[in-house]
Nanobody, 126 residues
Framework: QVQLVESGGGLVQAGDSLRLSCVASGRSFSNFYTMGWFRQAPGRERDFVAAITWSGSGLHYSDSVKGRFTVSRDNAKNTVFLQMNSLKPEDTAIYYC??????????????????WGQGAQVTVSS
């Protein structure tokens, strides 16, 4: 099993920044796995935001956040980060981190991910 705990969400104004963290633990977790971030707004499906391979050399972002969000990881601390800059009201959602138990794959589909955190609320006011 793998446990994922997100932190860093909150209420901010448009143009502000936030950094989300996700700490992984559990016997089944490996730093060789891809880590992803997704978000889900009320009444909408869970959408891909960003993903990073174990080495950090593989990165992928959704078009809606490219240039504003940065995903990174610290394998020594089993932690993945999502730095969110220039936040917009449409970024308001619950943000989830997830583990894909495949090395060097950057899937955009939630179904490819095996474990999920509980989510962190991000609210951006205009």
């Amino acid at each position: 099993q793998v446990q994922l705990v997100e932190s860093g969400g909150g209420l901010v104004q448009a143009g502000d920044s936030l950094r989300l963290s996700c700490v992984a633990s559990g016997r089944s977790f490996s730093n060789f796995y891809t880590m992803g971030w997704f978000r889900q707004a009320p009444g909408r499906e869970r959408d891909f935001v960003a993903a990073i391979t174990w080495s950090g050399s593989g990165l992928h972002y959704s078009d809606s956040v490219k240039g504003r969000f940065t995903v990174s990881r610290d394998n020594a601390k089993n932690t993945v980060f999502l730095q969110m800059n220039s936040l917009k009201p449409e970024d308001t959602a619950i943000y989830y981190c997830a583990v894909e138990q495949i090395v060097n794959d950057l899937s955009l589909h939630p179904s490819a991910y095996d474990y999920w955190g509980q989510g962190a609320q991000v609210t951006v006011s205009s």
